[in-house]
């Protein structure tokens, strides 16, 4: 313990490098999730808030502050993040448990948000969930890997943990903690774990599922108004049919950034799980061929350093971090096209939302420290081996 450093000992340069398309991406990604913010929720932040970069300048902070987690788990030690695995397991723990009790609503209808006093600050610990519980199933699978009989109890924990994180998020929001157990179980799949460790908990899953979807009257309408999209309740459909018409009127090359858009600024949820709609309208069928290659690049380049990395925690981390960022990607634009119902779940990079943006750059700084990972210099050749 005494001679272990959090930051890499040797200066970077002496790394090797790390993946440049990925930071270009990274960066042009937020880039453009910024601009689109603007361009799409102009209108609808002057009507709501008598400003028209309200909801740019809340977004601005948090982007900063994204960029230094990027920074950070971009050259931190990866044996420092692991651990301090189980002090951020416990933190989150508590942000979740504190949100049950005093969380708010943040003038939605779910209690999502942890409301820090003093200085006006809302935090979403379903977010940080997610990183944290992917580097969790990471750690555990790593043990796990390493142990020569893999028929030990390493694999308890790790369903342990993936029932309890996506059990505190589930209670209030059932779409995130949904996609986190479903990340959670393909990562038991592509780390080779034996899937029978999950068959208890698959027996009781669908109806528990169903009774959670029940317990809230949203949750039921949402799905109503999904299966009767021409039927008004209680406005539920206001958001998926106004989303639809700005699809509708895009065109092949939209109607172009910066000339105001007439029907995304009135989907009251433009500026977060709707901002793909503005996004769509503004620059048409070409621009949602232009995300879907920028995104498909980005998911490359990730899942590569996955699949090449030396370390096993790094590579599972990375897969992780990946598959949540696609497939929380792919789901949200499921949602603005109208394939799967409204849920909630934020486009990474673009949406609106501190603890969103936080935690993407954060993944995305993990996996650009993980594309430098060398092999370590004690494994050498073993014609490099010299017999005496």
């Not at 979403?124 to 893999?150: G, H, I, M, T």
């Not at 998020?169 to 479903?182: A, P, Q």
């Not at 406005?235 to 049919?241: A, K």
């Not at 939302?353 to 995305?364: F, Q, W």
Request: hydrophobic share 50%; net charge neutral.
């Amino acid at each position: 313990m005494t001679d272990f450093n959090f930051f890499n000992e040797r200066p970077l340069h002496k790394y090797r490098k790390s993946d440049p398309l990925l930071i270009i991406l990274t960066i042009l990604l937020t880039g453009m999730g910024l601009v689109t913010l603007y361009f799409a929720s102009v209108d609808f932040a002057s009507l709501r808030h008598n400003d028209p970069l309200f909801y740019v300048k809340k977004q601005v902070v948090p982007c900063l502050v994204g960029l230094g987690a990027l920074g950070i788990f971009s050259v931190v030690k990866i044996e420092a993040v692991r651990r301090l695995l189980m002090v951020m397991s416990l933190f989150v723990i508590l942000l979740c448990i504190l949100t049950l009790i005093t969380g708010s609503d943040n003038n939605t209808v779910a209690q999502r948000w942890l409301v820090i006093p003093g200085i006006n600050v809302s935090l979403q610990p379903s977010e940080f969930v997610k990183f944290v519980l992917v580097l969790y199933l990471a750690n555990q699978f790593d043990k796990q890997e390493s142990l020569l009989n893999r028929e030990e109890s390493s694999v308890l924990p790790a369903v342990t943990g993936l029932i309890v994180f996506s059990a505190l998020v589930i209670v209030n929001d059932f779409s995130t903690g949904f996609l986190i157990l479903c990340c959670g179980i393909v990562m038991f799949f592509a780390c080779g774990s034996k899937l029978l460790w999950l068959m208890p908990f698959s027996v009781i899953a669908l109806p528990l599922s169903a009774l959670l979807i029940f317990s809230k009257s949203y949750r039921v309408e949402r799905i109503i108004n999904f299966l009767s999209p021409g039927k008004n309740l209680s406005d539920g459909n206001l958001q998926p049919m106004r989303a639809n018409a700005a699809i509708a009127s895009a065109g092949f090359f939209g109607s172009g950034l910066g000339t105001g858009i007439e029907k995304a600024s009135f989907i009251p949820e433009v500026s977060s799980d709707y901002i793909f709609a503005g996004w769509t309208e503004a620059m048409g069928f070409f621009g949602v061929v232009i995300y879907m290659i920028l995104l498909a690049v980005f998911a490359w380049r990730i899942f590569y350093c996955a699949f090449t990395c030396y370390d096993r925690f790094a590579s599972y981390a990375c897969f992780g971090f990946g598959l949540l960022i696609v497939a929380q990607s792919l789901v949200n634009i499921a949602v603005v096209a109208g394939i799967l119902p409204s849920t909630g779940i934020p486009l990474p990079f673009f949406s609106a939302g501190g603890s969103s943006i936080v935690v993407v750059l954060a993944m995305c700084g993990f996996v650009i420290n993980a594309s430098r990972i060398e092999k370590k210099e004690y494994e050498t050749k073993v014609e490099d081996v010299v017999y005496e």
